[in-house]
Nanobody, 122 residues
Framework: QVQLVESGGGLVQAGGSLRLSCAAS????????MGWYRQAPGKQRELVAT???????NYAVSAQGRFTISRDNAKNTMYLQMNSLKPEDTAMYYC????????????????WGQGTQVTVSS
């Protein structure tokens, strides 16, 4: 089991910055990658950025050049630095961990945090 707790959301004006944090606990040795997803009202959850255990990162086009995903392994914490925020970035942001299933090395399980709200005013 992996537990994820997000923090750092809030209300910010367009052009501002926020840093989200995701504290992970539990059986972290099986985690292969972590990421941030977001879901706006009436829309599907979408990928924002991921970071693999190798350190390789991947960003949605909307996040490239403005957001930076990182992690501190010593603290078991992942971050999302968001700069130049836009009203369209308003959403609930979720932390995700993708881990190898205990019963099969061919299967992966997704774990999710409870989410943190980001609201960007124009």
């Amino acid at each position: 089991q992996v537990q994820l707790v997000e923090s750092g959301g809030g209300l910010v004006q367009a052009g501002g910055s926020l840093r989200l944090s995701c504290a992970a606990s539990g059986v972290l040795s099986r985690v292969n990658s972590m990421g941030w997803y977001r879901q706006a009202p009436g829309k599907q959850r979408e990928l924002v950025a991921t970071i693999a255990s190798s350190g390789d990162t991947n960003y949605a086009v909307s996040a490239q050049g403005r957001f930076t995903i990182s992690r501190d392994n010593a603290k078991n914490t992942m971050y999302l630095q968001m700069n130049s925020l836009k009203p369209e970035d308003t959403a609930m942001y979720y932390c995700n961990a993708r881990a190898t299933a205990p019963w099969s090395t061919r299967k992966e399980i997704d774990y999710w945090g409870q989410g943190t709200q980001v609201t960007v005013s124009s």
